[in-house]
């Protein structure tokens, strides 16, 4: 199964890319640092900003081309082996950028619901994180369905 999610921000290329792999602004608008070098075969986390250090989702870095294209493994760390893929394409237009996500190799209807309603809320809360310079007063995940 597979999911994706399109969006424009008013932000430079590098800037939504730096939204997606930098630990300290990761963790201001989605609650976890994503944690990596971001080399090509590297893992990665994604990782509480409790303080705890646990890693929620784990994975390895399959490409990375800044400022156009990430793509890693998404997988539970006591189940690397269930890894679906998620790949985020980047592409500038002047002043704006289309921001591509596509989360494939979903498990099933579960997973594929749990991400039709996670990655907008996350995705939109790094549209205003760049747009206004801070996330939405309320976390959108926090949000009731319906």
């Not at 800037?15 to 930098?22: H, K, P, R």
């Not at 893929?85 to 500038?92: H, K, P, S, T």
Request: glycine share 8%; hydrophobic share 40%.
């Amino acid at each position: 199964m597979e999911y994706t999610y399109v969006l424009y921000v008013g932000a430079r290329a590098e800037q939504v890319w730096d939204a997606l792999t930098d630990a300290e602004l990761t963790a201001a608008y989605w609650g976890h640092g994503n944690v990596s070098d971001w080399v090509e075969g590297s893992r990665w986390e994604h990782v509480r900003t409790d303080g705890s250090g646990v890693a929620d989702v784990v994975g390895e870095v399959v490409e990375s081309r800044r400022p156009e294209r990430l793509v890693t493994t998404w997988a539970a760390p006591e189940e690397p082996e269930r890894a679906s893929r998620v790949a985020f394409g980047i592409e500038a237009y002047g002043e704006i950028v289309r921001l591509t996500l596509t989360h494939t190799d979903l498990a099933d209807a579960a997973e594929l619901a749990a991400v039709s309603s996670g990655w907008p809320a996350v995705l939109s809360n790094l549209k205003t994180t760049l747009e206004t310079g801070r996330p939405l007063a309320t976390e959108p995940w926090t949000v009731p369905e319906g």
